[in-house]
């Protein structure tokens, strides 16, 4: 089965610290998101790619987060510096709208479970 | 504020009974309607669907729902649940426009007992 790859599964890091999350999404989807998942606030789309480029990402904080997708293999989501509040499992997904119509519903990946102490 | 609501936050059920889960949107317009499963400690995973055409959507493992447009829901149901049900569901929305995204509720926790 194709599947969407997060590394790492875990992290945990020191306040202030650097924070790089990766997603490899499913080999010819176009879409990518990243979202956070906590137990206060559910899930919550942090941005949305679609052939790269970045279509939404008004759920992120800008200050510290950016997300990026260098490649299309490829996705990052970067904190710096990180914060306790950070602490979340994000997951990526990917999808395919196609010529426009699109599939909808999309592949999660794992997650990756960060812990800010 | 459009919005995807689930009012049941948690449900416990005995092995064998019918399972409802109510989802409720705010959206005008056509909409795409989804179920996702999490399993503990899992990722999401698609259920079923909804794009168009009959109301009545029947997904993996005996899952079915329905989308009811004058009533703004999509309910989840199953007739006879088993214990390795529980998980959390969520249901979310593609709202008209939205591209490809998902507005997700805040997920039902479903325990099944023995």
């Known amino acids: 089965d194709a599947r969407v790859t997060q590394t790492p599964r875990h992290k945990v890091t020191e306040m202030g610290q650097e924070v790089t999350m990766r997603c490899q999404p499913i080999l010819g989807h176009n879409t990518v998101f990243w979202y956070r998942q906590t137990m206060m606030q559910g899930l919550e789309l942090l941005a949305y790619?679609?052939?790269?480029?970045?279509?939404?990402d008004s759920g992120m904080p800008k200050d510290r987060f950016s997300a990026e997708m260098p490649d299309a293999t490829l996705a990052t989501l970067k904190i710096q510096p990180s914060e306790p509040r950070d602490s979340a499992v994000y997951f990526c997904?990917?999808?395919?709208?196609?010529?426009?119509?699109?599939?909808?519903?999309?592949?999660f990946g794992s997650g990756t479970r960060l812990t800010v102490v | 504020a459009q919005s995807v609501s689930q009012h049941n936050h948690h449900v416990i059920l005995s092995e064998a009974a019918s399972l409802e889960l109510g989802c409720n949107y705010s959206y005008g317009g056509t909409v795409n309607l989804f179920w996702y499963v999490q399993y503990p400690g899992q990722h999401l995973q698609l259920l079923l669907k909804y794009f168009s055409g009959d109301p009545l959507v029947k997904g993996i493992k005996g899952f079915e729902a329905e989308f009811i447009k004058s009533k703004f829901s999509f309910n989840l149901r199953k007739p006879s649940v088993q214990w390795s049900d529980t998980a959390e569901y969520f249901c979310a929305v593609n709202p008209p426009g939205g591209g490809n995204k998902l507005t997700f509720g805040t997920g039902t926790q479903l325990k099944v007992e023995l």
């Open positions: 997904a990917s999808g395919s709208d196609g010529d426009g119509v699109g599939d909808y519903g999309y592949t």
């Open positions: 790619f679609r052939n790269r480029a970045p279509l939404d």
